[in-house]
C-alpha cells in the first residue's frame, strides 16, 4: 500500500525524446513562421495547462462535496495539478514576447485618435483589455491556481505522515475556497487568453464552454494515465467500479460541452448579428473541415463509444475513449486560437504536431515525476476505505 | 404449480446470509421486498442486469427520429415559413433550429418509455393492486419470497427458512387478511 511510482531511466526517456522533438518544432517554426509558432504554443500551452488545471478541480470538488469513491485515484488529479506552475510561466512569457502576433488588440495605434488604425470599439474596450492589467490578472490566476494547487496537495501528503484530521477538514474548508475562485477565473481566463484573440466579438458563453472542454480533456487524461498505472501494477485497488465513475465522468461532459457549444453556435447562428456571426463565419469559410471534425470527435464519438455500462468498465473501450476526447479537444482549442491569429494561413504540419507532442512529453513527465514523490495510496484519508470498497 | 411461502426477516444482514445457505438446502429463492434497496442482493438472488437501458436507447431513437420527421414535414415540406431569413426549403439548412425540438422529444420518449416500461414490468399500473405479502415491507420488514415445488415438503422448507434466522414464516399472502 506503500508504493510509490518510480520513475526510471527508461520511463523518462520517452517523455524527454518527446520535450526534443517539441524543441526542435519550436525553433523549426521561428525560423519559418513566427506567427504560426506563436499560435501554435498558446494553444498548446493553454490545452495543457488547463488540463493541470483540470486535475485540481477535480481534487477540490471531490473534498468540498466530501465524496469517498475517488480517494483512490486522487493522488493522479493532484499530480496533475504539478503542472500548472511551468505552465502559468510559459504563459506569462508567451503573452510578453508573442503579444504582437497573437493578440490583435496589444498594437498602439488602435488607441490612437490620430492614426488611421484607431479603433473606436476597442478603445471603449481599453479599460479591460490594456496590457498592464491583463499582466496584473495572469499573474493572479497563477498565483490562485498554483497556490491552492499547492496548499491541498501539502495537506495532502502531510496526512500521510502525520494522520492528522485536521489535514482533510482543512482541505475541505481550501476546495470550497478554491472553487469560488476557480468559477470566477476560469471563465475571466478563458476571455483573456482565447476571447480575447478575436478582441471585437464577445459571447457570454464563451467560459463556461472553455470550462467544459477544459474539464473532460482533464479528466481523459487523468483516466489515461490511471489506465497506465494499472497496466503497470501500481493501482491494484482500483476496480472496474472507480473506471466505470471515471467513465461517467468522461460521458456526461462530453455531452455537457456539446451542450455548451450548441447553445453557443446557435443563438449566434440564429440571430445573425454580424458583430457576432463573424465568428462562425471565418470557421465555417476558412476551418469547416476541422470545425465538423471538432463536433464529431467531441460528441459523437465519446457519446456513442461510452454510451453502456460494459463499455465504461473496459480497459481497452476506456483507452479508445480518452484518446478520441484527448486529440478532439486539441482540436477544439486550436479552432478557437487559430482563425483569430493565422487565419487562412493554418496548416497542420509539423510544427503544429511537434509542440503538441512536446507538451504532452512536458506533461508527462512533470505529472509522473509528482506522482513519483508521494505513495500512490493516500494513506491517513479518512473515507480511504470507502473508496478501496467502492463497489457499483 | 409451485407453492408461494414468504419468510419474515427483522434484519437485512441475517437476510443476506439466510440466502446462500438456504439455497445451498436446495430451497428455491426467487425474490425479495425490503423497505431500502439491499447493495450487492441481485447477484444472490440470480436476478439478471435490466435491460430498461437498451430499452431507454430504443425509445430515445424513436424520439429522435419523430422530431426530425415532424420538423422536416411542419417546416419544410407541408408549410414552409420564413423565420428571421433563414434558408427553409431544405431540411440540413435549418437543422440547427430543430435541434432543441429533437432533443427535447428525445429525453421526452426516452424518460416517459422507460417509466412506463418499468410500470408495466413491475405490474404497477393505477388500479393493480401491489402485491404486499406482510403490511411491514415498507417499514421494518423483509419478505424472502420461496418457491416450493413438493407441497408435501412445506413444513421442512418452513423449517429450513426459520432456521437460517426468519423472524415468521407465512404460509400465505396476508394481504386480503
Known amino acids: ?392 | 404449480m409451485a407453492k408461494r411461502i414468504y419468510g419474515i426477516f427483522d434484519d437485512e444482514e441475517v437476510l443476506m446470509h439466510a440466502i446462500p445457505s438456504l439455497k445451498k438446502d436446495g430451497v428455491v429463492c426467487k425474490d425479495v421486498q425490503s423497505p431500502f434497496p439491499i447493495h450487492g442482493i441481485e447477484p444472490l438472488l440470480n436476478i439478471p442486469r435490466t435491460r430498461i437501458s437498451i430499452a431507454s436507447f430504443l425509445y430515445g431513437i424513436s424520439g429522435t427520429s419523430f422530431a426530425l420527421w415532424m420538423t422536416w414535414y411542419m417546416m419544410v415540406h407541408d408549410w414552409p415559413i420564413n423565420i428571421g431569413g433563414k434558408p427553409n426549403f431544405m431540411f440540413y439548412m435549418n437543422l440547427p433550429a430543430f435541434i432543441p425540438v429533437t432533443f427535447e422529444l428525445t429525453v421526452f420518449c426516452a424518460a416517459h418509455g422507460m417509466a412506463l416500461t418499468f410500470l408495466l414490468r413491475s405490474k404497477l399500473l393505477p388500479g393493480v393492486t401491489a402485491p404486499v405479502p406482510h403490511p411491514r415491507i415498507t417499514d421494518d420488514k423483509f419478505v424472502l419470497h420461496v418457491d416450493v415445488k413438493d407441497e408435501s415438503k412445506v413444513n421442512d422448507v418452513v423449517a429450513l427458512i426459520k432456521k437460517s434466522g426468519a423472524s415468521d414464516v407465512l404460509l400465505n399472502s396476508m394481504q386480503f387478511s
Open chain 1, 1 to 392: 500500500m506503500d508504493r510509490k511510482y518510480e520513475l526510471t531511466r527508461n520511463n523518462k526517456m520517452i517523455p524527454l525524446v518527446m520535450i526534443a522533438i517539441g524543441v526542435i518544432a519550436i525553433v523549426m517554426g521561428f525560423m519559418t513562421d513566427k506567427t504560426r509558432t506563436w499560435a501554435v504554443l498558446l494553444q498548446n500551452n493553454f490545452y495543457f495547462t488547463a488540463m493541470a488545471l483540470a486535475g485540481t478541480f477535480f481534487v477540490a470538488f471531490n473534498y468540498a462535496a466530501q465524496a469517498g469513491w475517488a480517494v483512490g485515484i486522487k493522488r493522479v488529479p493532484e499530480a496533475m495539478g504539478g503542472f500548472l506552475k511551468y505552465g502559468m510561466v510559459a504563459m506569462i512569457l508567451i503573452f510578453l514576447l508573442g503579444k504582437g502576433d497573437l493578440y490583435h488588440w496589444t498594437h498602439h495605434d488602435l488607441y490612437d485618435k490620430a492614426s488611421p488604425e484607431y479603433d473606436a470599439i476597442m478603445a471603449g474596450k481599453a479599460g479591460f483589455l490594456n496590457i498592464p492589467f491583463f499582466l496584473i490578472r495572469l499573474v493572479l490566476y497563477g498565483a490562485i491556481w498554483v497556490g491552492f494547487t499547492h496548499m491541498l496537495r501539502k495537506h495532502s501528503l502531510q496526512e500521510d505522515i502525520d494522520g492528522d484530521i485536521v489535514h482533510y477538514k482543512r482541505n475541505v474548508g481550501l476546495s470550497a475556497t478554491f472553487l469560488v475562485l476557480f468559477a470566477v477565473t476560469s471563465s475571466t481566463s478563458a476571455w483573456d487568453l482565447l476571447m480575447s484573440i478575436d478582441a471585437h466579438w464577445f459571447s457570454t458563453m464563451f467560459g463556461w464552454y472553455t470550462f467544459a472542454g477544459l474539464f473532460v480533456s482533464g479528466l481523459a487524461m487523468m483516466c489515461l494515465i490511471i489506465l497506465y498505472l494499472r497496466k503497470r501494477g501500481y493501482m491494484n485497488h482500483i476496480s472496474e467500479n472507480h473506471l466505470h465513475d471515471v467513465g461517467k465522468f468522461m460521458f456526461a461532459f462530453s455531452v455537457f460541452w456539446t451542450y455548451l457549444w450548441f447553445s453557443q453556435f446557435m443563438l449566434i447562428w440564429y440571430a445573425n448579428l454580424p458583430e457576432e456571426v463573424v465568428y462562425y463565419q471565418t470557421r465555417w469559410r476558412l476551418f469547416r473541415t476541422l470545425w465538423v471534425a471538432n463536433l464529431l470527435t467531441n460528441f459523437c464519438a465519446p457519446f456513442l463509444v461510452l454510451m453502456t455500462r460494459d463499455a465504461k468498465r473496459k480497459t481497452t473501450i476506456l483507452w479508445v475513449a480518452g484518446i478520441i476526447i484527448l486529440c478532439g479537444h486539441w482540436l477544439d482549442v486550436y479552432v478557437m486560437v487559430m482563425p483569430g491569429v493565422v487565419g487562412a494561413d493554418w496548416h497542420i504540419g509539423f510544427i503544429e504536431i511537434g509542440v503538441a507532442v512536446g507538451y504532452l512529453g512536458a506533461f508527462i513527465l512533470s505529472t509522473l515525476s509528482e506522482l513519483s514523490k508521494a505513495a500512490i495510496v493516500p494513506k491517513n484519508h479518512p473515507m480511504l476505505q470507502e473508496s478501496l470498497h467502492h463497489h457499483i
